[in-house]
């Protein structure tokens, strides 16, 4: 799948590239905008979009323009992005506070080539709390001819500071339906198992896009088998699995058997609700809440992912008990 900074096409986002267009055309560009929406709406690649707008591209939707090539290559000098690709190429847990302090002395300069100088924050929910304030000092005192894109998945989590001092463009979700049909289209799944990944994707495309590249279809199968013969467990399957939550590849399992398992339970727990199959359902909240947080409590506290897994699966499997 192709990065946001090199996808030209942009669909349903048309309500939110309106308001930025008045903004611009009538002199009126807020300082800082927060993009939000589920994740792989469309939210990056709208930064990138106006931010190549902003740059002088006479035509933002094109790869063939100069503007496009330079942003592509990361090489545009009036151009500044923050997220969680290291210099090396490699992922972080989070963006760092030494490149949240970069920011004030990118928008003190004059622009180079372009009208603007233009940061894209990649998303503002990987800001951890020293960077998040840096942050909120740019806010604080807006640059003359700089803009702000901050992306956003869970904009609830961000500070109030930060939310209060950005103009807010929200990108809907899309219908299942549609999304199904984006993964028909793009070859990346067929009519089944799109239908399955654009129920995973809550509304995202690009989400589904990601979730197809990375065999979600297969994990939820895991999962469903994994809830469906509980409380008891498949001891040749479980050790399987979490032998494969070892090595470069064994964070990505991890997190999507998670996501799975989570995604499953709460299903299942919300069936139960409405047919008033009340009994359980405190432990399967505490089960799901588990879910959630163990990736980040793995990942943030270096825990074996191997050993996270064992104990929440004895959590379902005494939420199954109840």
């Not at 372009?114 to 990649?122: E, G, N, P, S």
């Not at 961000?158 to 999304?179: G, H, K, N, Q, Y």
């Not at 088998?225 to 590849?249: H, N, T, V």
Request: a negative charge; hydrophobic letters at 45%.
């Amino acid at each position: 799948m192709s990065h946001p900074r090199e996808t030209y096409a942009l669909k349903g986002a048309e309500a939110a590239q309106a308001d930025f267009e008045t903004a611009l055309s009538r002199g009126r560009l807020h300082h800082a905008w927060l993009l939000t929406g589920p994740e792989g709406v469309g939210k990056a690649t709208f930064a990138y979009r106006a931010a190549r707008q902003l740059l002088g591209a006479l035509d933002a939707g094109s790869e063939q323009d100069p503007i496009s090539r330079l942003v592509a290559a990361r090489s545009h000098p009036d151009l500044m992005v923050l997220d969680l690709e290291s210099p090396d190429g490699k992922t972080r847990r989070s963006i760092p506070v030494d490149e949240a302090r970069q920011l004030p002395e990118f928008f003190s300069k004059a622009p180079a080539m372009a009208q603007y100088r233009v940061a894209i924050i990649d998303t503002a929910d990987d800001l951890n709390i020293n960077a998040a304030n840096a942050v909120l000092k740019i806010l604080e005192e807006p640059p003359e001819r700089g803009v702000l894109f901050l992306i956003s998945n869970s904009p609830g989590k961000l500070l109030a500071t930060i939310r209060s001092r950005c103009r807010r463009l929200a990108f809907a979700p899309w219908a299942e339906t549609d999304v199904a049909a984006f993964l028909v289209e793009r070859g990346a799944a067929d009519e089944h198992d799109a239908g399955l990944l654009a129920a995973m994707a809550h509304g995202g495309p690009g989400r589904a896009l990601s979730l197809a590249d990375q065999g979600a279809i297969e994990m939820d199968r895991t999962a469903h088998e994994i809830l469906r013969a509980l409380p008891e467990r498949d001891e040749a399957l479980m050790l399987g699995l979490a032998e494969g939550f070892r090595g470069g590849d064994g964070a990505s399992r991890f997190n999507l058997l998670f996501e799975r398992l989570a995604d499953q339970v709460h299903g299942m727990s919300m069936r139960s609700a409405l047919a008033g199959e009340t009994a359980g359902l405190d432990r399967w909240a505490v089960a799901w809440e588990q879910l959630i947080r163990a990736p980040r409590e793995a990942e943030g506290l270096n825990l074996d992912r191997a050993d996270v897994f064992w104990t929440v699966l004895d959590q379902l499997r005494q939420a199954a008990r109840a």
